[in-house]
Every structure is written in structure tokens, then in C-alpha cells.
């Protein structure tokens, strides 16, 4: 049998956690928080994240390379959602009214301009 390096007390409690972190999850998901919705769901699932990655990856007693390769990945995964936050946050920026050819511009299809039926005989007299 392999040994853990903390007590199994430790991932008892790093486990009752997650499950009391995860009915927050979902009793948080039918209150309507507004604009806090987005930040509240994502300040749950980066704090179980980090028990799960600290605790049962066992990053907490790694090495400093372990540690520093960890923080890595998630510098870069920032970065992979920077530039696609980027993106996603600049459509729809203004255009020129000249109109643009360029990546990232919008152009909007005028509505046709609606013609009037002409008037029919009965209407002229």
C-alpha cells in the first residue's frame, strides 16, 4: 500500500470542502446575483480547482520545478484566454463609414429602400 503524504484526515476535510463548495455551486445557480452571477461562479470553481491541484495532485509537496511548471500552464492559459477575449470583446467596434475591408469590421447590409404600390384606377378618380 503506498503512502500518502497527508494525513488521510487531511483528504477527508479537502473532500468535504469540494462537496460543500459544490452545493454552493448549485444553490448559487438558482439565486439571480445580477452582474455577480459570472465572478461568484468563477471564484467556486478556481477555489475547488486549486484544493484539487494542491491536495490530491499533490502540488503542495512538489518540488520547485513541479511548482513552477504548474504556475506556467496557467500563465499561459491566461494568455490563451487574453487573446481570445481580445477577439471576442472587439467585434462590433465602429467602422469607418468610407467602409473597411479589414479583419475585425462589421458591415451592415442596408434595408432595401420600399416602394410605394402604384395608385390603381379606382384610387385616381
Not at 503542495?60 to 496557467?74: E, G, H, P
Not at 462590433?92 to 475585425?104: K, N
Amino acid at each position: 500500500m503506498a503512502g500518502h503524504i497527508s494525513p488521510k484526515s487531511t483528504y477527508y476535510a479537502i473532500f468535504g470542502a469540494l462537496m460543500v463548495l459544490t452545493a454552493v455551486t448549485v444553490g448559487v445557480a438558482f439565486i439571480n446575483l445580477g452582474a455577480l452571477n459570472f465572478p461568484v461562479a468563477m471564484a467556486v470553481a478556481v477555489t475547488k480547482a486549486t484544493l484539487v491541484i494542491l491536495f490530491f495532485m499533490h502540488v503542495k509537496y512538489s518540488s520547485k520545478l513541479t511548482k513552477f511548471i504548474v504556475l506556467m500552464a496557467f500563465f499561459f492559459l491566461f494568455i490563451l484566454f487574453g487573446m481570445t477575449l481580445t477577439d471576442y470583446l472587439s467585434r462590433g467596434w465602429y467602422a469607418s463609414p468610407r467602409g473597411s475591408v479589414g479583419a475585425g469590421t462589421q458591415v451592415e447590409a442596408e434595408h432595401p429602400v420600399r416602394q410605394q404600390p402604384a395608385a390603381t384606377a379606382e384610387q385616381a378618380h
